[in-house]
């Protein structure tokens, strides 16, 4: 994937958030409800879609095998979702799932390219991500845990 596909969404995000917000009438309830519910869309799009369907496996696949290489969703794809949800959706929902996409493209990004210490905010983020990328079938959730805690797919790791 080129540079430009893999950071886009680092643009389009809050651009597609902040119109959403400066006029498109988003409220702060319904951007909650966006945040909440991206986070339980990361955990089934990464442990259905990626995982378990070979039309998406295969790409992630290759994600799990280089986990440093700039591979995911390009831009075009992920505003083409948001496109499809345009209509069916509040302003602020949608202000809210760009938000969430955002937060995890960033943890992603970081748990893979930056050099995480212990005792960093994000070490146990990229610690569980990492024994995610092991082959074990836990940890799918990248932002948060919630929704692995709550499908029985949650493992912790152990602090240093």
Known sequence: MSRLAYYAD?????????????FG????????????GWTLAE???????????PLFKAGHDEHHAKPSGRTGV??????????????ALPAGVLAGLALGYLAYIAAHHA???????????????????????????VNFGV???????????YRPYAKR
Not at 43 to 53: G, N
Not at 143 to 153: I, L, M, Q, S
């Open 25 to 36: 009438g988003a409220t702060l309830p319904g951007i909650v409800l966006g945040l909440v």
């Open 111 to 137: 748990v893979h390219h930056w050099r995480i210490a212990p005792g960093h905010p994000l070490y146990g983020l990229k610690i569980r991500h990492a024994m995610h990328h092991r082959g074990d079938e």
């Open 43 to 53: 955990y089934a799009i990464h442990r259905v879609l990626f995982h378990r369907l």
């Open 74 to 87: 390009t831009s075009w794809h992920s505003l083409l979702v948001f496109g499809v949800l345009f209509p």
């Open 143 to 153: 932002v948060t845990t919630v929704w692995d805690r709550v499908f029985g797919t």
């Open 10 to 22: 680092f643009v389009s995000m809050p651009a597609l958030a902040l119109a959403l917000i400066l």
